[in-house]
């Protein structure tokens, strides 16, 4: 079994802060995704890394895939009250009839504070 | 942009009801997905489905049945609502399986949420 683990579970913090997400598993992943998910909405995905080594920017937020594709992680630059959300990953499950099933995390709660 | 809605926003039913959730794609997409999430037990799949009229159960098949007649369309139905089913709903749905790390990127409705007293 896949399991996608996250961490802090929870995290507040100042506007203007620094911040990093991390996603860990003892599973090797093809790719992950990150998706963020506003109180009373549906997750929406942020992005999708592919590659060993990847990193990809959006903004202010800087994703990582690790090198040997077990774990991820989210940095927030100068975190804003919009930033706040749930923060899930998540991982293609394994095996041929997975038909695009995914693995998530438990997620991360996200509050900035003005 | 992919379109992903959900018939209600908001929906309250009694004990032992018949509660039917609809959810509609507007990009062609093959899999559709049905999650409920609860605070510290996360998303968990309920059904899926990977053509019309086919599916197959998730991790917690048990109380609910789905249906699919049209590709677009992916109906999640609870035979006879409990109150252990008041919880948020999410349908998603993505492309078709082959076409690597694009297969599983999942778009979301905006959730029902459910309560059942």
């Known amino acids: 079994t896949q399991l996608l683990e996250q961490s802090p579970q929870f995290l507040s913090i100042q506007e203007g802060e620094n911040l990093t997400v991390y996603c860990n598993s003892s599973?090797?992943?093809?790719?992950l995704q990150w998706y963020r998910q506003e109180p009373g909405e549906g997750p929406v995905l942020l992005v999708t890394?592919?590659?060993?080594?990847e990193v990809k920017k959006l903004k202010r937020l800087t994703f990582q895939f690790g090198d040997a594709r077990k774990d991820s992680s989210l940095h927030i630059t100068a975190a804003q009250p919009g930033d706040t959300g749930l923060y899930l990953c998540?991982?293609?499950?394994?095996?041929?009839?997975?038909?695009?099933?995914?693995?998530f995390g438990q997620g991360t709660i996200l509050t900035v504070h003005p | 942009d992919v379109k992903v809605t959900q018939s209600s926003r908001y929906l309250v039913k009694r004990t032992g009801e018949k509660v039917f959730l609809e959810c509609v794609q507007d990009m062609d997409h093959e899999n559709m997905f049905w999650y409920r999430q609860d605070p510290g037990l996360g998303l968990r799949l309920i059904y899926f489905s990977y053509d019309v009229k086919m599916k197959e159960k998730g991790d917690i098949p048990e109380g609910y049945s789905v249906s699919r007649e049209k590709k677009e369309r992916f109906s999640l139905i609870l035979e006879s609502a409990s109150t252990n089913q008041t919880s948020m709903y999410l349908c998603a749905s993505s492309l078709s399986v082959g076409l690597g790390a694009l297969s599983y990127e999942q778009y979301f409705g905006p959730g029902t949420r459910l309560t059942v007293t």
């Open positions: 599973s090797v992943f093809s790719s």
């Open positions: 998540a991982g293609p499950n394994a095996g041929g009839t997975s038909y695009g099933k995914l693995t």
């Open positions: 890394v592919v590659t060993g080594g």
